[in-house]
């Protein structure tokens, strides 16, 4: 399986909002609900803040929301905070034939 | 408070093995499928493994040389390297699945990583 598309970085000012694309294939994102997004910060692990395209977990802020429609899912982030300039990655299940779990490549979001 | 830690990385020489463990406290980590995720120095995210009850689920690249493996008794969860090779260089993470429902759904919680160096 390919990795998931991602852009590679993506910017904006603090207040505004920014959507970073994740698009995948019939074989992952398109056929499962499974979508997950993941923040890393530099020499930090990465933190969920999307599942199941849409989901967030408890402790999350409102400020990230996830969408999907067929093969590509989105994050938005409203009200950027400096905070957030971080790496993002998105995530699906891709086990059509077998267990697969695929990334996308990352992006570089940047609060300028 | 739920957590997991990681250890046992290291540098290893090409062909050589490594156990890494995953220490989880706060949480059974039998009820849970468990995940390990690679990142190679300055690349994305790897999915590497997942276990759910006796079922065990490996990337093409480590299949046949890394074993997925848990001690309940211990609440620890492993990843025995072998063979291994230049390109399993990475940081390693453990990460516990969000649903107890769902083995194939995402990691809400991470361990810290361990770094893992292959060279001679």
């Known amino acids: 399986q390919s990795a998931l598309t991602q852009p590679a970085s993506v910017s904006g000012s603090p207040g505004q909002s920014i959507t970073i694309s994740c698009t995948g294939t019939?074989?992952?994102?398109?056929?499962?609900?499974?979508v997950s997004w993941y923040q890393q910060h530099p020499g930090k692990a990465p933190k969920l803040i999307i599942y199941?395209?849409?989901k967030r977990p408890s402790g999350v802020s409102n400020r990230f929301s996830g969408s999907k429609s067929g093969n590509t899912a989105s994050l938005t982030i409203s009200g950027l905070q400096a905070e957030d300039e971080a790496d993002y990655y998105c995530?699906?299940?891709?086990?059509?034939?077998?267990?697969?779990?695929?990334f996308g490549g990352g992006t570089k979001l940047t609060v300028l | 408070e739920v957590q997991l830690l990681e250890s046992g990385g290291g540098l290893v020489q090409p062909g050589g093995s490594l156990r890494l463990s995953c220490a989880a406290s706060?949480?059974?980590?039998?009820?849970?499928?468990m995940s390990w995720v690679r990142q190679a120095p300055g690349k994305g995210l790897e999915w590497v493994s997942t276990?759910?009850?006796?079922?065990?689920y490996y990337a093409e690249s480590v299949r046949g040389r890394f074993t997925i493996s848990r001690d309940s008794s211990k609440n620890t969860l492993y990843l025995q390297m072998n063979s291994l090779r230049a390109e399993d260089t990475a940081i390693y993470y453990c990460?516990?699945?969000?649903?107890?429902?769902?083995?194939?759904?995402?990691?809400?919680?991470w361990g810290q990583g361990t770094m893992v160096t292959v060279s001679s």
């Open positions: 990460g516990k699945v969000i649903t107890p429902y769902d083995y194939r759904d995402a990691l809400d919680i």
């Open positions: 706060g949480f059974t980590l039998s009820s849970y499928a």
């Open positions: 276990i759910n009850g006796d079922n065990t």
């Open positions: 019939s074989n992952d994102v398109a056929s499962y609900n499974l």
């Open positions: 199941e395209s849409t």
């Open positions: 995530c699906s299940y891709a086990g059509i034939i077998t267990f697969d779990v695929i």
